[in-house]
Nanobody
Framework: QVQLVESGGGLVQAGGSLRLSCAASGSILSISAMGWYRQAPGKQRELVASMTKGGSTNYADSVKGRFTISRDNAKNTVYLQMNSLKPEDTAVYYC??????????????WGQGTLVTVSS
């Protein structure tokens, strides 16, 4: 079974930092794009940051200069370093990855979500 497992959420004060991790496991041949989305209460899920296998990145305007996405292709893992956190960053953060499995199927996978709460 191919899956994404996230870790690293929690409660932090405004101005603090957190690092999220997301590891893909199972029968995986390759992973193209990996990214992070978030969904705040009462709002739609939105892209936070994404990275291609080649290293190209894309960030939401609201997190540019504060968040950094990175990935370890050898470990099939993507990270999100979040600095200078603001209360408006409070949300459930979801990892996403487009995976080519060992059975030659492309899957668009989502993690279970990890809650980030930023207190003022």
């Amino acid at each position: 079974q191919v899956q994404l497992v996230e870790s690293g959420g929690g409660l932090v004060q405004a101005g603090g930092s957190l690092r999220l991790s997301c590891a893909a496991s199972g029968s995986i041949l390759s992973i193209s794009a990996m990214g992070w989305y978030r969904q705040a209460p009462g709002k739609q899920r939105e892209l936070v940051a994404s990275m291609t296998k080649g290293g190209s990145t894309n960030y939401a305007d609201s997190v540019k200069g504060r968040f950094t996405i990175s990935r370890d292709n050898a470990k099939n893992t993507v990270y999100l370093q979040m600095n200078s956190l603001k209360p408006e960053d409070t949300a459930v953060y979801y990892c996403n990855a487009r995976v080519l499995t060992g059975t030659l199927a492309y899957l668009d996978l989502w993690g279970q979500g990890t809650l980030v709460t930023v207190s003022s």
